[in-house]
Nanobody, 114 residues
Framework: QVQLVESGGGLVQAGGSLRLSCVAS????????MGWYRQAPGKQRASVAS???????RYVDSVKGRFTISRDNAKNTVYLQMNSLKPEDTAVYYC????????WGQGTQVTVSS
């Protein structure tokens, strides 16, 4: 059974940085584009960034130039480096395949104070 375990969130001041990690078990990682998603209070979960098996990356406009997604295929891990954080980045962050098709993990809370 595939499991997704996110970590690395926390409380940070505006302008700060965090690095999120997601370890994916099972077969999901090696053959899929992987993505980071976030869900802010009262809003739907939305895609933030994604990376193909070949390393091609995509970002939503609001995080371009601030966030960097990467993957370590040997470790079945996808990362999200988040710099210049803003209060509007506050959300629970999740990883999954893109498009998402496995059960979501517990996510990791990111809170950015102004």
């Amino acid at each position: 059974q595939v499991q997704l375990v996110e970590s690395g969130g926390g409380l940070v001041q505006a302008g700060g940085s965090l690095r999120l990690s997601c370890v994916a078990s099972g077969s999901i990682f090696s053959s899929n584009e992987m993505g980071w998603y976030r869900q802010a209070p009262g809003k739907q979960r939305a895609s933030v960034a994604s990376i193909t098996t070949g390393g091609i990356t995509r970002y939503v406009d609001s995080v371009k130039g601030r966030f960097t997604i990467s993957r370590d295929n040997a470790k079945n891990t996808v990362y999200l480096q988040m710099n210049s954080l803003k209060p509007e980045d506050t959300a629970v962050y999740y990883c999954n395949a893109r498009p998402a098709y496995v059960n979501w993990g517990q996510g990791t809370q990111v809170t950015v104070s102004s």
